[in-house]
């Protein structure tokens, strides 16, 4: 059974950073995705199934990197200059298939995690 933890979450000022990670049972494309309240669920980042290939929504790229621990299968997502619209629930998903492609879409990915709070204060 495919099991993903997320850690990290908390509460930070404006301009401030945090580091999520999402540990897995197993080898997976992972993917990021937020969630505000009263708004959809929207992509973050995702590496493919060898951990390569970032990508990245352009509302985070240049703050936000996302990239897989050298020994594990945890998946890490660094978070900088963070700002009060980067508030949301962050959830780490995971998808089986051996691609070297990056999944952006939600719907491509099978499992999902419980979700961390991130809340960014002015």
């Known amino acids: 059974q495919v099991q993903l933890v997320e850690s990290g979450g908390g509460l930070v000022q404006a301009g401030g950073s945090l580091e999520l990670s999402c540990a897995a049972s197993g080898q997976y494309n992972i993917g990021w995705f937020r969630q505000a309240p009263g708004k959809e669920r929207e992509f973050v980042a995702a590496l493919n199934y060898y951990g390569g290939n970032p990508a990245y929504s352009d509302s985070v790229k240049g703050r936000f990197t996302i990239f897989r621990g050298n020994a594990e299968n945890t998946v890490y997502l660094q978070m900088s200059s963070l700002k009060v619209e980067d508030t949301a629930v962050y959830y780490c998903?995971?998808?089986?298939?051996?691609?070297?492609?990056?999944?952006?879409?939600?719907?491509?990915?099978?499992?999902w995690g419980q979700g961390t709070q991130v809340t960014v204060s002015s």
């Open positions: 998903a995971a998808r089986g298939e051996m691609a070297i492609t990056t999944f952006r879409s939600s719907v491509l990915y099978d499992y």
